[in-house]
Structures are given as structure tokens and as C-alpha cells.
């Protein structure tokens, strides 16, 4: 898995910075990084990722539709956790191998009131709750994040 979520990392990277017109600009330019995929692939990564083609003043491009991009990054994050335990004071998230920094972004940028902030590791994420009363609530929310993987 860490090979395909870097070359979607990768695909959204290259979608945010440069205009990409096709499937094979595209699958050159993850090939000139020594991503080899093949159209087919990149069809699939489009569609898991959400991406669309609009129509620009300078001709079609390619792009992320933020609704469904979200949808896919919270699958994602959903099958990068492992298990949540905590204890009085503090929420601790294991992870996939080297897979806890981003799951430690994705939490921050909840911006979740009953959070103050993570810590992120290889495989640990750690959770500040704002109130030690607001532990319960956080752990079931990194649960549902777990189940949303089963949810597509």
C-alpha cells in the first residue's frame, strides 16, 4: 500500500501545481519520477481520487473536485489506522508504518473543538484532548474514522 498512496499523493501533488491536460501528460510526468503506471491505473487512481476535467479559458484540465477528494483522503486515513487506545489524559493512534504524520495532519485539519492538537511519529499519533471529559467523544471519532473505509 505505501507504493500506491505515494503515487496518489504524488497525482494530487502534480494536480495542484501544473496543468495537466491528459491522462498521458500525466502518466509521463509520474514516469519521468520513476512512477510506473499504466493509463488503465491511472484511470482508477483519477476515480478513487475524484478527480474531474473542467473546461478552462485555456482549453480542458484536470483537477481534484475538493467534495469527493475528501471523501477519498478520509478512506484513505481510515484504513491508516490500526487502533486507538487512551488513557486519563491523552488519546494514542497506531498507524501504519510511516503513515502517522499524516494522520496527524488530517486530525489537525478537523480543527475539532475537543482537540487541541497531535503529535505524529512513524506508527504513533498522539491526541491532545482540550478536556480530559472530551476523551470518549475523540476516541469514537478516530473510530468512525476507521469505519470509513467500509462505508464506500
Do not use: C, W
Not at 507504493?3 to 498521458?24: A, Q, Y
Not at 498522539?126 to 476507521?146: D, E, F, G, R, T
Amino acid at each position: 500500500m505505501p507504493g500506491k498512496l505515494r503515487r496518489l499523493n504524488r497525482i494530487k501533488e502534480l494536480l495542484n501545481n501544473r496543468n495537466i491536460t491528459s491522462h498521458e501528460d500525466m502518466v509521463k510526468l509520474l514516469q519521468a519520477e520513476g512512477i510506473n503506471i499504466t493509463q488503465a491505473t491511472l484511470s482508477r487512481d483519477f476515480a478513487e481520487l475524484g478527480v474531474t476535467r473542467i473546461f478552462t479559458e485555456r482549453g480542458p484540465r484536470y483537477v481534484l473536485d475538493s467534495n469527493e477528494s475528501g471523501k477519498q483522503i478520509a478512506r484513505l486515513i481510515g484504513f491508516e489506522i490500526m487502533s486507538v487506545e487512551h488513557n486519563e489524559s491523552l488519546i494514542v493512534v497506531r498507524t501504519l508504518a510511516g503513515r502517522a504524520q499524516g494522520v496527524a495532519h488530517h486530525i489537525d485539519r478537523l480543527n475539532h473543538p475537543e482537540i487541541i492538537g497531535t503529535v505524529g511519529g512513524d506508527d504513533t499519533v498522539i491526541i491532545i484532548p482540550a478536556l480530559q471529559k472530551n476523551i470518549p467523544n475523540v476516541v469514537s471519532l478516530i473510530k468512525n474514522m476507521m469505519n470509513v473505509q467500509n462505508n464506500y
